[in-house]
């Protein structure tokens, strides 16, 4: 079945750094998306991509997929307290039914 | 616009017991998403609902979970029996279509299993 895998698995960066997180897919995909979940709430919609080699940004955030559709990345600069939470790339398969499977996650914590 | 409607937030039971969970997606939301997340890791799909047919069961234990969407609107997963490694979060998810559409999310409800 299809694995989706996030590194790291943890982030601690000081107010200010930049931070990225990778997904890897086993499989080639047929889009992606990212959500955010914050402690003790629920995951949140940031983004979808669809193209490979696509890139997006959202003011600090920017999102790419790789170019083979099987990786995706997600970078923030300049990190903020309100950055704080797990990130989730969400992976849809290829085909004719494009199932659905979250990555592992990566816990970002800022310190002020 | 009203969101994903879960409930209850909280529920405490003993393994072998039963128990049921309620969603009320976002209206004219057409696919409905049933997830476990255990602490620690990313939410697993355990069924997805197109309108009040079942699209993906794969990943539910279907020897004592059990879920249906009537009308293809409300929702209800139910586990019977429960045992120790049911704890976790069970989150809904509602999204206008099946294919390529963001997740909206309920709040979760809180299951623990002594």
């Known amino acids: 079945g299809q694995q989706v895998m996030q590194i790291p698995q943890y982030q601690h960066v000081q107010e200010g750094e930049d931070f990225t997180t990778y997904c890897n897919s086993s499989?080639?995909?047929?889009?992606i998306q990212w959500y955010k979940q914050r402690p003790g709430g629920h995951p949140v919609f940031l983004i979808q991509?669809?193209?490979?080699?696509e890139v997006k940004k959202q003011k600090r955030l920017t999102f790419q997929f790789g170019e083979a559709k099987k990786n995706s990345s997600l970078h923030i600069t300049a990190t903020q307290t309100t950055d704080v939470g797990t990130y989730f790339c969400?992976?849809?398969?290829?085909?004719?039914?494009?199932?659905?499977?979250f990555g592992t996650g990566t816990k970002l914590q800022v310190i002020p | 616009e009203a969101g994903v409607a879960q409930s209850p937030r909280y529920k405490i039971i003993e393994k072998r017991q039963s128990v049921a969970f309620w969603c009320n997606p976002i209206?004219?939301?057409?696919?409905l998403y049933w997830y476990q997340q255990i602490l620690g890791q990313g939410p697993k799909l355990l069924i997805q609902?197109?309108?009040?047919?079942?699209?993906?069961d794969s990943q539910l234990p279907k020897d004592r979970f059990s879920a249906e969407r009537l009308k293809g609107v409300d929702s209800t997963l139910k586990i019977q029996p429960a045992k120790l490694e049911d704890s976790a979060v069970y989150l809904c998810?509602?999204?206008?279509?099946?294919?390529?559409?963001?997740?909206?999310f309920g709040p979760g409800t809180r299951l623990t299993v002594t």
């Open positions: 998810a509602s999204s206008l279509g099946s294919v390529g559409y963001e997740q909206y």
């Open positions: 499989t080639t995909l047929s889009n």
């Open positions: 991509l669809v193209k490979s080699g």
């Open positions: 969400a992976a849809l398969g290829s085909g004719g039914y494009q199932k659905v499977t």
């Open positions: 209206s004219g939301h057409a696919t």
């Open positions: 609902f197109q309108n009040n047919g079942v699209v993906d």
